[in-house]
């Protein structure tokens, strides 16, 4: 059988994501999965130079398809930085969502926090550019060591916050992921709010929330 030469990337991610669903693990090696999806080893070095590479593509490919849908909304382009946040999450659990069983396979198999922080390092990367590009209003510190250490801290701060989220999402058991939504539209709130130095009430109700959620699993 004459093997196939139109692949695109895509076409190497959709075979890797079905293989390792089906067979929960990764493929031998790239001379393997590319003889089992009839291309070119070479065509897999032409996007990809090992698996490890593809696996993080592909959770920034996830956040690309987010931003691609949110730019088409003339609503999210009028948003403030809160609103857009809050558009950014929403949409991106949804495209998770549609990619769960991937998502929790490939999360919950990296028993090591490194490894899994590593398969997530383009998300990293591409998500804390966005947050810096939303331009959140922050205190004025009047000093640039001051201020890039602020700006630093905002961007670590709000990556740490995706990643508690993605996790109380794997975790969350309710219909329709309903309380992952609850979760994100408190949480984000309770930071905006932190940041705006008027905290109390927002996170007097994320912590009750949390607090329910704790009582309740137990």
């Known amino acids: 059988m004459a093997k196939k030469k139109n692949i695109k990337q895509s076409d190497i991610i959709s075979f890797y994501m079905d293989y390792v669903l ?3 693990h990764k493929p031998k090696s790239v001379y393997a999965f590319a003889k089992d999806n009839n291309f070119e080893e070479q065509k ?3 996007f990809f130079n090992s698996f490890e ?3 993080q593509s592909i959770f920034s490919i996830f956040f690309d398809n987010t931003l691609e849908v949110l730019h088409k909304s003339e609503d999210y382009q009028s948003f403030d930085a809160r609103n857009k946040l ?3 999450y929403f949409t991106f659990f949804e495209v998770l969502t549609a990619n769960r069983s991937y998502v929790i396979h ?3 198999t990296e028993k090591h926090q490194l490894k899994a922080l590593k398969v997530l390092s383009h998300l990293k990367k591409s998500f804390t550019n966005y947050i810096e590009l939303l331009d959140i209003k922050t205190i004025d510190l009047k000093q640039e060591k001051l201020e890039k250490i602020k700006n630093r801290g905002l961007k670590e701060s709000a990556w740490f916050q995706l990643l508690v989220t993605m996790k109380f999402w794997i975790d969350d058991t309710s219909p329709s ?5 609850i979760y994100i539209e408190k949480s984000v709130q309770a930071s905006f709010d932190l940041i705006d130095t008027t905290p109390l009430k927002s996170l007097i109700d994320f912590g009750k929330f949390l607090y329910k ?3 309740h699993s137990n």
């Not at 992921?177 to 939504?181: I, W």
């Open 44 to 46: 897999f070095y032409e």
């Open 106 to 108: 490939t999360l919950n």
């Open 177 to 181: 992921f309903e309380k992952t939504d």
């Open 53 to 55: 590479s593809l696996e």
């Open 22 to 24: 089906t067979h929960s």
């Open 86 to 88: 809050l558009s950014f």
């Open 213 to 215: 959620e704790k009582i």
